[in-house]
C-alpha cells in the first residue's frame, strides 16, 4: 500500500485527514464515537478507532489496520481508496 500526504475530497486537495473531519463538521472525539458505534454495531472491536490512533495516522503517517481503514471511510462517507 502506498501512503500519500493529500487526497481529494470534493475536487480540493487536502493535506490532512483533518480537512474531511472540518468540511463533514467533526472532531476527533466525533469520529471516535462513530468508531464505537460502528464497533458496536459490527459486534468487533477492531474497528474502534482511538483519538490517539487517528493522531498517529494524522500526524506520523502510521498506516492503518483494514478494520480501521474501514472505519474511516465509512464515517467519512468515502471508499478506503479516497483515503489513500
Known sequence: MI???H???GGK?????????AKLGL???????????LAA??????FILHISRLADIENRN??????KLYSLATIYH????EIW
Open 78 to 81: 468515502l471508499s478506503p481508496p
Open 27 to 37: 472532531t476527533y472525539r466525533d469520529v471516535e464515537q462513530a468508531g464505537y458505534e
Open 62 to 67: 502510521v498506516v492503518p489496520s483494514l478494520h
Open 3 to 5: 501512503v500519500t500526504d
Open 41 to 46: 454495531k459490527r459486534d468487533r472491536p477492531d
Open 7 to 9: 487526497f481529494t475530497v
Open 13 to 21: 486537495t487536502c493535506i490532512h485527514q483533518d480537512c474531511v473531519c
